[in-house]
Structures are given as structure tokens and as C-alpha cells.
């Protein structure tokens, strides 16, 4: 169990009824897949994956229906797939430490 999780749940279980009224699925960690890279992965990411979104999007004029995070030579890479409004599907990489195109 993640630490974030422990502190979530010990603040549910110490909390009583005011801790728990202000509880929301949000608040917990996603689940991290075995095969998920390390914890501080993201620490030197100066993209966020909502960035690098918003900017594919904008700059391809398609949808991100599908963006995950990967390790490549000790660079952190989103690498999105996009649906363009004429049905075509691509993947492109990004680069997360300065939101270039790979």
C-alpha cells in the first residue's frame, strides 16, 4: 500500500464523520501497474501530460483519445495516439522535460 494511500486512509479512519464527508474517489492515488516506473519519474517533467495534450491537440487540430508515460533512455516520453476528425489514428511522442516533438 502507497503512502499516500496509508495517510488517505488513516486520515478516513482518525477522521470520523467530518473526514469521510469531505472524501472523494479523487483523492486517492491512481493504482500504479507493476511494469509503472518509479515514484519520482515526473519530478523533472516540465510538461505536464495536460499540457502536452492540450498542445498536440491544438497543433495536430485532432483528439488525444489515448496518452501514457514511458521511459526512453532516462527521459520521461508521452506518448499520445490522436483521432482526426477524418478518422485517421497516429501516435506521436513528446518529450516531457521541455514539450518538444520526438
Known amino acids: 500500500m ?15 464523520a467530518g473526514a469521510a464527508a469531505g472524501y472523494s474517489e479523487s483523492a486517492l492515488p491512481a493504482a500504479t501497474p507493476a511494469s509503472a516506473p518509479a515514484a519520482g519519474v515526473h519530478a523533472a517533467t516540465a510538461v505536464s501530460m495536460d499540457q502536452a495534450v492540450r498542445m498536440a491537440e491544438q497543433h495536430f487540430h485532432a483528439r488525444v483519445v489515448k496518452a501514457e508515460t514511458q521511459r526512453d533512455n532516462g527521459r ?5 495516439r490522436l483521432l482526426s476528425d477524418a478518422g485517421r ?5 513528446v518529450d516531457a522535460a521541455n514539450g518538444t516533438l520526438l
Open 89 to 93: 489514428v497516429w501516435t506521436v511522442r
Open 2 to 16: 502507497g503512502l499516500r494511500r496509508c495517510i488517505v486512509l488513516a486520515a478516513l479512519l482518525g477522521g470520523g
Open 76 to 80: 520521461t516520453v508521452y506518448v499520445l
